[in-house]
């Protein structure tokens, strides 16, 4: 067995100066970290979700700071609210940054950015616009609105406050719906946001050595210099909820589950259409439950869709089948009117809705036609069939016929010799009652 080997002086004296280092300048000896997460949607659960995950990681890991590009139309109220509060406590300093540029962060996103540590927009964005809207989209009167629009006003005034942003200005992009470009927004007094940058690597470097006062009041100041850049992306389960939450797939997700429930409904036992169908509303429902579209809008959907059903059911000529074209049409345009940066334009409602009500009249006219033509099979079918006689029929006797290519027993009121034409008008049980046939 050998000897253990010596430690060589130089490693005793590295690890004797390791020692004595103390965690905290160590901490400092390594490169800031500064997490990077892209929200590209509107803001809802899901979104809320994905960045309150993003403050807890930059948190957990001892970020210098936590930058959201943001791109948004606006969302929900509630949604923003509790990023906003997450926002608010989060250890890490909150950059919020509107970009690329042509980006724009509207309503609930122009909350956003009144409530971060530190605003910043690129070149050739805006924001604003924070006129709220009811929650289940449906028309309010006129107190009801001044209500919600004072009460939306006042938070963003304290927001703009705390954060030492141009308070009149916050006000009226709820009031009046007012946007600022970000030339207006830097050089208003005092401004709406801190700065412009054109790209992150350019906001972090920009961010290095800033002064900034968190919404206790605390001042801390940013060391961004040769930081190291930790992307956050969502996770697939919240890419897939998010995408479906946009009004344009979760219209065409209602759709798609009318039409499969349909095709069920008149084909039972298919299975697949009403599996596809059953998901495909559910989605739509969770969709629609997340985003504020108009009440008014979706019973006019199903009116159209119950007078189509009725057109498969009762014939009316096409009144019915009309009607509930029109009604879908007019439904699908208002779905979203609460949402205008959102709302379903003609290229896609009309394609769509006047697709499913064609299809609904085209499966109406094969039942009427269905309906109309004869019997082929069973007591019904025999009926007026021709047929040839194989045995002479004595009146009132019987013989043997052929019809449809099988041997039936008959029998006749008059006589008929073999090989005569006959025709059925009537079934007893395994005898047919036949005429000659001229």
Partial sequence: MHPPRARTPVFVAAAFVAALVPPAARAAARPPVVVVAEVDAVI???????????MDRADTAGAAAVVFLLRTPGGLLDSTRTIVSRMIVARAPV???????GARAASAGFILVLASDVAAMAPGTHIGAAHPVSGSGEKVNETMEKKAASDVAAYVRSLAEARRRNVGLAEEAVTQSRAFTDKEALSASPPLIDLVAGSVDDLIGKLDGRPVSRF???????????????????STRQRVLSAIAHPQIAYLLMSLGLLGLTVELWNPGLVLPGVVGGISLLLAFFAFQVLPVDTAGLLLIALGIGLLVLELKVPSFGALGTGGALSLVLGSMMLTRNMPDLALGPTLVLPVALGLAALFLFLGRLALVSHRRPAVTGVEGMQGAVGVALSPIPPGGTGQVAVHGETWQAKASQAIIAGDRVEVTAIEGLTLTVARRE
């Fill in 44 to 54: 809802h659960p899901v979104s809320s979700e994905f960045m309150l995950e993003v």
């Fill in 95 to 101: 950059v919020v940054f509107v970009a690329p540029s």
């Fill in 216 to 234: 206790d009041g605390r001042g801390v100041t940013l060391h961004t210099r040769g930081a190291r850049v930790e992307r956050v992306a969502m």
